[in-house]
């Protein structure tokens, strides 16, 4: 496995093939230059674009220059006509926009002849010659060919510079937001639909859809301009709009359990591993699309259902496994008004997710589940207009709620939650049911206007982005008012917390708000001074104000949290200035080479960041547990605890020192300084033969005053060497780092940068795609990137769906304190991986599809829970993470299909062969000392096949 990155890298080099798209947030656009046969520019030619996605046609007449623009077009298949008297008329047919892309076409009128229309054929030009974004293009035909998990999340997958944290096998991640990163940043990522904001706070997004109402998806990861905000990755999906003809697709999966085999074996059965299989997948989407008139309304419905149902390791599926349902109707219009101005309009009215078992795993059984049953619902209506030749325009508004409710699966005061720290187990019911209600209205607006100039032309926009970001996640007191944080098995610690009863939940007390309002406007000019250079300035002004709206506590632990009414309370307010610097050239002269280099700056979103200081929102402290009484009997309550008591909370004589705390108290810090992301960036791209091209990358980026929420009386106390035992090895110890015993129990929570909490990527990356026509494709990436960043023992994930569980510090999150003398928490490490997709069609209307990804193992260490006598229980590394990686993860996905047609309806059966190699790679296995260390958690999904078929007309 160690010569595959080698191999591949050499395979896609040696590849005259690829089309690495550009991606980023604007519709595509066509320019160029119109000449005469001498050389000459020719102003007042008449360019006119034609497309079955565009409704009408669009013109526009070249400038003195002979240069024109034509901006913000749907993605397709164009004709471009050129015309002016006195000359041929030029046809040039096939020209392919993609999401985000400028294509530069040139056009050479001759004098008029015989001949008159002249009709140009040829490859599509793939290289982006005047901007620097870097990402993937993905067309709604691409993610239907292919076997993939049909989700936004397998598209992601195939993206070049992302790393994603999960891996999907025939749907076993498709009911779950899958996590991931773009060239290292882990969040920060903006996540938009129809031009909509779906980002659920900084990172994934509210709905679940279906590939099949895509038309196109582009990713952006690196190079974004102005128009984003953050510094992780840009996503894109736009749906079909219908068109001048009536179409209608009807399709169905199934996956029965019969259909999954199995790929356990000693070595993952001795590691505790029972399986985890899907047990039943299935997936329904019916879609109708068209004019209601022609080249004037167009209409777009879809309705999209699946069920999940997965066994997880460790849980006995008599008992209980994770099942999913959701449904997802949608509807778009496009009306065109007149020439000039058209409107458009998205609803998805009910976007609902019902997961019983949520969080299911060896390390959640399933008393102590939280039932999911989650609403969804979007709103939009955008105006554009064509001004003038020069001037284009689009302003939308939008809204997207949610409402998500959670129940626990048993009664916490029979069965009161519980975790060790020790072993990650919980037990009893699942802890913070809440009822989380999000809002998120918007408005947006973009002018794109085009002016030649003696020294060039000039390529501006402007733009304004609001947003409101309301999210209250009210824990609701299902789960009642404490947990029980065991160690090993014995009473250690105790969690309680500010809530009512839950008959009273939303009457006598509220949660908070956590809301941040959210400004921006931008400028940008794609200067080119001749024909081969391009030089793109920006700048984005940003505004972000978070608050807290009001709530009402009425406690059950009154003794331990006041009954109060907390006010509005708005944090502060920062604005900022985010420069954008790309210079673009032309290496040979014909657009098929380009040279680009980058610099920008990204300011991270606030989001829900500070809910942690939310007063109204969720309040907690945790303190040593005493455990003073056996059976109903007092026992001595010592500073050190008894560990022969009840294991039950009695009253606050059983509460000793107090270790953590959250909500009130907890400050902010009001010279917090803005967190940012720099990238420098530089690639060379070529077009070979057809539409084909390679492109080579280098990011570098860097975050910079990461804040977080950190106990400041023990940042740089942490100087008072303890010993202690090893779990791992009796053999040896642990030099761990305690608090001096003046600040035991001191607790001083505020949100503040952390000097040396940054993190720094570097990734090399090569990206090829070819389309040869008539349905044959392939594309494919390979990545190798360095990190130096923060590492969290304090942050274990034991989900499943994830991979590489020891959290990384990010923007908002709790700084990790280092109490080891022998293991930094700032770690260096390095990954890969490698992507490919292909479709190719053979003989008797059979085709076949590929997709293939390898992705090397996470590094990991042993994370030691050690109790301190001043700083209480904590988690250490026990080694660097790099002297240890899980397992490679290959997964190669195959297609096997045939299409016929009868009266007019072509019909596609499919059969789709998921994780073909069988490999049972670990994705996820528990890191802790303690019985569970080494158990496994999750592995790839065995081998499993599916069943497809379509109808389309």
Same mark, same amino acid.
């Given at each position: ?11 896609v =080099? ?10 980023q ?17 020719l ?9 079955? =996605?565009?409704?009408g ?25 050129? @015309? ?25 009128? +001759? ?13 599509s030009?793939?290289?982006? !010659? ?27 997958? +195939? ?12 749907g076993?991640h498709?009911?779950?937001n ?9 969040n ?7 031009g909509?904001?779906?980002? @659920?706070?900084?990172?994934?997004g ?10 196109e ?34 399709h169905? !999966? ?15 059965? =001795? ?17 109708l699309?068209?004019?209601v ?39 778009k ?7 000039a ?26 008393e ?11 709103y939009?209506g955008?105006?554009q ?23 626990? &699966? ?42 030649p100039?003696?020294i060039?032309?000039?390529? !501006? ?7 409101? &970001? ?57 200067? =080119? ?11 984005? *002004? ?5 608050? *807290? ?8 632990l ?7 009414t907390v ?6 307010? #920062? ?25 920008g700056r ?11 200081? &939310?007063?109204g ?15 109903g ?10 560990t022969?008591?009840?294991?039950i ?28 992301a720099?990238?420098i ?9 057809? @539409? ?12 910079? &005053?990461?804040?977080?929420?950190v ?7 942490e100087?008072?060497p ?5 779990p ?11 608090i001096?015993t003046?600040l ?19 990734t090399?990356?090569?990206?090829? +795609? ?9 594309? %494919? %990436? ?6 130096? @960043? ?30 080891s ?31 293939? #990804?390898?992705?090397?193992?996470y ?23 790099q ?12 297609r096997l ?12 059966a499919?059969?789709d ?7 049972n790679?670990?994705t ?7 019985t ?19 109808v389309?007309?």
């Open positions: 496995m160690k010569r595959l990155p080698i191999i591949f890298a050499l395979l =080099a040696s590849l005259t093939s690829a089309r690495p798209a550009h991606a947030i604007e519709q595509g656009r066509l320019m160029g230059t119109v000449k005469d046969a001498q050389g000459g520019v102003p007042g030619v008449a360019v006119t674009a034609t497309s079955p =996605a565009l409704m046609v669009r013109t526009v007449t070249t400038e003195a220059d002979g240069r024109y623009l034509l901006a913000s077009l749907p993605s397709g298949v164009y004709l471009l006509t050129f @015309e002016l008297q006195g000359f041929d008329t030029i046809r040039r047919e096939g020209v392919r926009v993609s999401q985000g892309s400028t294509l530069t076409i040139d056009a050479l009128l +001759q004098i008029a002849s015989l001949h008159e229309n002249v009709t140009v054929t040829g490859a030009p793939v290289v982006d !010659t005047t901007t620097t974004k870097v990402g993937t293009v993905f067309s709604g035909e691409v993610l239907t060919s292919v076997p993939s998990g049909n989700d936004i999340w397998a598209t992601l997958g +195939q993206t070049q510079g992302v790393r994603m944290q999960g891996f999907d096998v025939g076993s498709k009911d779950q899958t996590g991931y990163e773009s060239f290292g940043i882990r920060q990522n903006k996540v938009l639909a129809e909509i904001d779906l980002t @659920e706070g900084d990172s994934s509210f709905q679940y859809n279906s590939n099949y109402a895509i038309d998806v582009s990713v952006t990861a690196s190079g974004s301009d102005v128009e984003m905000s953050s510094p992780g990755t840009a996503v894109v999906q736009t749906y079909k709009s219908g068109g001048n003809t009536f179409t209608g697709l009807e169905i !999966t199934y996956e029965g359990g019969s259909f999954v085999g199995n790929n356990n074996n000693a070595a993952l059965t =001795a590691r505790g591993f029972t399986g985890n299989p899907n047990l039943l997948f299935y997936e329904t989407h019916l879609e699309g068209g004019p008139i022609r080249d004037r309304l167009w209409f777009y419905a879809a309705y999209n259902r699946f069920k999940i149902d997965k066994q997880i390791s460790g849980v006995d599926p008599n008992v209980a496994t994770d099942t999913t349902r959701l449904q997802d109707p949608m509807v219009l496009t009306y065109k008004i007149d020439k101005d058209t409107i458009n309009t998205f609803i998805q009215p009910y976007n609902n997710k019902v997961k019983p078992n949520r969080n299911l795993s060896i390390s959640n059984p399933p102590t589940v939280l039932a999911q049953d989650s609403r969804v619902w979007i939009k955008a105006w207009r064509v001004w003038t030749n020069r001037l284009f325009m689009e302003v939308r508004a939008a809204a997207c709620c949610e409402v998500w409710p959670m129940v626990p &699966n048993v009664d916490a005061a029979v069965r009161p939650p519980r975790s060790d720290s020790g072993t990650l187990l919980t037990s009893g019911a699942g802890w913070d049911a809440y009822t989380l209600l999000y809002q998120k209205p918007q408005a947006s607006g973009s002018f794109t206007y085009f002016r100039s003696k060039g032309s000039h390529d !501006t926009k402007f733009g304004f982005e609001f947003i409101n &970001n309301r999210q209250q996640q009210g824990i609701n007191g299902q789960s009642g008012p404490i947990r029980y944080l065991d160690r090993f098995g014995i009473p250690d610690q105790i969690l309680l917390e500010d809530v009512g009863t839950a008959s009273s939940f939303g009457s006598t007390w509220t949660s908070s708000y956590n809301a941040n309002r959210m400004f921006a406007l931008y400028a940008q000019d794609r200067w =080119a001074p001749t024909n081969r250079l391009t030089i793109t300035v920006g700048v984005r *002004f940003g505004y972000q104000r978070p608050s *807290f709206e009001p709530g009402t506590r009425d406690p059950v009154s003794g331990l949290f006041p009954q109060q006010p509005t309370q708005i944090l502060f307010s #920062r604005s900022n200035y985010a420069p954008r610097l790309g210079v673009s050239y032309d290496l040979s002269g014909d657009g098929k080479t380009a040279v680009k280099a980058f610099y990204y300011y991270a979103i606030y989001a829900n960041s500070f809910s942690g200081a &939310n007063a929102g969720v309040n907690s402290k945790t303190f040593n547990f005493l455990d003073c009484r056996l059976a009997v007092p026992v001595s309550c010592t500073a050190a605890g008894a022969s008591g009840n294991g909370y009695d009253g606050p004589q059983e509460l000793g020192v107090l270790v953590s705390s959250s909500g009130s108290g907890t400050k902010v810090d009001p010279n917090l300084l803005q967190p940012y720099d990238e960036s530089g690639s060379i791209e070529h077009q070979f033969w057809g @539409e084909s091209s390679v492109r080579v990358l280098y990011v570098h980026k860097t975050t910079s &005053n990461v804040f977080g929420v106990n400041t009386a023990r940042i740089g106390t100087t008072v303890v010993t202690v035992p090893n791992f090895d009796s053999t040896q110890v642990i030099h761990a780092l305690d001096p003046s035991r129990g001191v607790v001083t929570n505020m949100f503040t940068n952390i000097p040396d909490s940054g993190a720094t990527y570097d090399l990356s090569l990206s090829a +795609q070819k389309r040869f026509g008539k349905g044959i494709f392939l594309q %494919g %990436g390979f990545d190798y990137q360095w990190r130096n @960043e923060l590492r969290q023992p304090n942050s274990i994930s034991t989900s499943p769906l994830s991979t590489d569980s020891i959290g990384v510090y990010s923007f908002g999150g709790t700084f990790p304190i280092n109490y003398a022998d293991v930094t928490n700032r770690q260096r490490n390095t990954n890969w991986q490698m992507h490919a997709l292909g479709h190719y069609p053979l003989p008797a209307d059979f085709s076949a599809g590929l997709n293939f #990804r390898v992705q090397s193992g590094p990991w260490s042993p994370v030691a829970s050690v109790k301190l006598p001043n700083a209480g229980t904590q988690t250490v590394l026990v080694d660097n993470i002297n240890r990686r899980s397992d490679t993860v290959p997964i190669l996905d195959l299909d045939r299409r016929f047609k009868v009266n007019g309806l072509a019909f596609l499919m059969v062969v998921y994780n073909i190699l069988n490999a790679a670990v996820n296995f528990f890191l802790s000392s303690g569970t260390y080494n158990t496994v958690i999750a592995a790839l999904n065995p081998r499993t096949v599916q069943l497809g078929f379509r389309t007309f």
